[in-house]
């Protein structure tokens, strides 16, 4: 089945530094989506993008489906960013069946 | 604004018991999902229902797990003779109609935590 990496696993920084948060994937994709988890265990939205760019104030995400990819932006970090960032996709079609990435935990201290 | 909506968001049972998980979806949407996520792990999928249907149960354990969606009323995800495995946080997703704008974008309710002694 398709394989879906995330890197890095960890990530410590300072409040205000930007981050790039890396998905992999093995094959080609037809739904994609960022969530964070936040420490109190809620899987928030952050993106569905299975193609292109999108921004929402200070997050943003690229996929670049051809070379089966996606890039999670965090600009100027808050510590309410802490928490489990997952990339998640869906090989099938729109299914609702997807396969998520171990994740990368963020965290951003004061 | 009302989204996925789970109860209990908590739950405890001993081992042997039943354990019952409510989802509502977000009004509109016909397709409900169940996954799993176990302590420092991923989420997994476990099943896709809409109403009165599995559509498809390939993430389910084979025994003593069942779920349904009925006509009426929200979705149920039903764990029988729980043993301390089965300790974990249960997510309920629902999407628009699969060919609906951004159908097959999935919303996440905020799980309900089971945990088995």
């Known amino acids: 089945g398709i394989q879906v990496e995330q890197s890095p696993p960890d990530l410590i920084l300072q409040e205000g530094a930007n981050s790039t948060l890396r998905c992999n994937f093995s094959d080609s994709v037809n739904n994609l989506q960022w969530f964070h988890q936040n420490p109190w265990g809620q899987l928030i939205n952050l993106f569905y993008i299975p193609s292109g760019t999108k921004q929402n104030g200070r997050l943003s995400a690229t996929t670049v489906a051809t070379e089966r990819y996606s890039l999670l932006y965090i600009s100027s970090s808050q510590t309410t960013d802490s928490g489990v960032y997952f990339c998640?996709?869906?090989?099938?079609?729109?299914?609702?069946?997807?396969?998520f990435g171990q994740g990368t935990t963020l965290q951003v201290k004061p | 604004n009302a989204g996925v909506m789970q109860n209990p968001r908590h739950l405890v049972r001993r081992r042997g018991q039943e354990a019952r998980l409510r989802c509502s979806p977000v009004?509109?949407?016909?397709?409900v999902y169940w996954y799993r996520q176990l302590p420092e792990e991923g989420l997994k999928f476990m099943v896709y229902l809409q109403k009165e249907n599995i559509i498809d149960e390939s993430g389910m354990p084979k025994e003593r797990f069942s779920a349904e969606f009925p006509k009426e009323g929200p979705s149920i995800l039903r764990i029988q003779q729980v043993v301390r495995g089965d300790s974990a946080a249960y997510f309920c997703a629902s999407s628009p109609p699969i060919g609906a704008p951004k159908g097959g974008e999935l919303f996440f309710g905020e799980g309900s935590r089971l945990t088995v002694l």
């Open positions: 009004k509109g949407h016909s397709h």
């Open positions: 998640a996709v869906d090989p099938s079609g729109n299914t609702g069946k997807l396969i």
